[in-house]
T-cell receptor, first 113, second 118 residues
Framework: GQQLNQSPQSMFIQEGEDVSMNCTSS?????WLWYKQDPGEGPVLLIA?????ELTSNGRLTAQFGITRKDSFLNISASIPSDVGIYFC????FGSGTYKYIFGTGTRLKVLA | GAGVSQSPSNKVTEKGKDVELRCDPI?????LYWYRQSLGQGLEFLIY????????KSGLPSDRFSAERTGGSVSTLTIQRTQQEDSAVYLC????????????????FGAGSRLTVL
């Protein structure tokens, strides 16, 4: 099935460092969503973006909706050990009466204390 | 309920058996989605329900896979004659009705059903 290009695939960082990851697509989306998945759990929403150019923060997390509506990035500042997990972006579009959500391939984050 | 509930959380079955996976969405959420997540992979779309109808079932990998939703609530994903490549985590998500309403575009996921086919 269709998936978004998400990079990097994985990251090992030291506690306290900042993290940046992004998603790109050849399609335009109405909404960008960022989720985090812990082992054995379902993805949990971190940030939702609804307008091109929108920049939204949630604590140490900041995400932006690209101007072209084809990309988005997520930054995590001052990482801590509990930030470890898999981060997914998702683009949402609406067409033919259907809402579709396409997910990125995920960024696996490991934080070294 | 307060969240999306999925059962069973773990299922081990033998190749060739049929399995049913259940999803109980958030009360009042009219849209329901099924995704499959293979080990170390992203989320693969399977099927989407609006109410009891499925406008998009394009992600079902073969005719061994089917899903239904009754009463605009509980959904069941059925896999017939399971194969080893069906082993994965099956995730269900729901969304409240609200076309064009920003806050209603968010999917809320359950914890998933991990299927292992021996």
């Amino acid at each position: 099935g269709q998936q978004l290009n998400q990079s990097p695939q994985s990251m090992f960082i030291q506690e306290g460092e900042d993290v940046s990851m992004n998603c790109t697509s050849s399609s335009i989306f109405n909404t960008w969503l960022w989720y985090k998945q812990d082992p054995g759990e379902g993805p949990v929403l971190l940030i939702a973006l609804y307008k091109a150019g929108e920049l939204t923060s949630n604590g140490r997390l900041t995400a932006q909706f690209g101007i072209t509506r084809k990309d988005s990035f997520l930054n995590i500042s001052a990482s801590i050990p509990s930030d470890v997990g898999i981060y997914f972006c998702a683009g949402q579009s609406f067409g033919s009466g259907t809402y579709k959500y396409i997910f990125g391939t995920g960024t696996r984050l490991k934080v070294l204390a | 309920g307060a969240g999306v509930s999925q059962s069973p959380s773990n299922k081990v079955t033998e190749k060739g058996k049929d399995v049913e996976l259940r999803c109980d969405p958030i009360s009042g959420h009219t849209a329901l989605y099924w995704y499959r997540q293979s080990l170390g992979q992203g989320l693969e779309f399977l099927i989407y329900f609006q109410g009891n109808s499925a406008p998009d079932k394009s992600g079902l990998p073969s005719d061994r896979f089917s899903a239904e939703r009754t009463g605009g609530s509980v959904s069941t994903l059925t896999i017939q004659r399971t194969q080893q490549e069906d082993s994965a985590v099956y995730l269900c998500a729901s969304r409240e009705r609200g076309q064009g309403t920003s806050g209603a575009n968010v999917l809320t996921f359950g914890a998933g059903s991990r299927l292992t086919v021996l």
